[in-house]
């Protein structure tokens, strides 16, 4: 009986230790939620053609706005107008994905989490 003593207080250890993980895997998720609201709501910018293109997007990758300098419009040469902002889009993209994963990454103690972003 004495053995199974030590057994017995041992699981107690563990399912209070287990109890302490879900609590603080709760936190973390409710925390990661706040932040994750907070940067949706911020934004980004990108450029390309030295300012000719603006793009501005938000922490969902949603784009806000774009704008076009008069001068970038060359109805002559519309592809490289299509590239800038192309460029400009894709880079508003990678700032939100950044910000985002920097954001997390604060909470989450630079931890990976696959399928978080």
Request: no cysteine; proline share 3%.
């Amino acid at each position: 009986m004495g053995k199974y003593k030590g057994f017995a207080g041992s699981g107690m250890n563990q399912n209070r230790n287990m109890s302490n993980v879900v609590k603080q895997a709760q936190k973390m998720q409710e925390e990661m939620e706040k932040v994750q609201a907070e940067l949706e709501e911020k934004t980004v910018e990108a450029s390309s053609g030295g300012g000719m293109v603006t793009v501005q997007a938000n922490g969902k990758k949603e784009i806000l706005s774009i704008k076009i300098q008069p001068d970038a419009v060359d109805p002559e040469d519309v592809e490289t107008l299509e590239d800038l902002v192309l460029v400009a889009v894709n880079d508003a993209i990678k700032q939100a994905d950044d910000m985002m994963a920097e954001g997390m990454g604060a909470i989450t103690g630079g931890l990976s989490i696959p399928g978080l972003f």
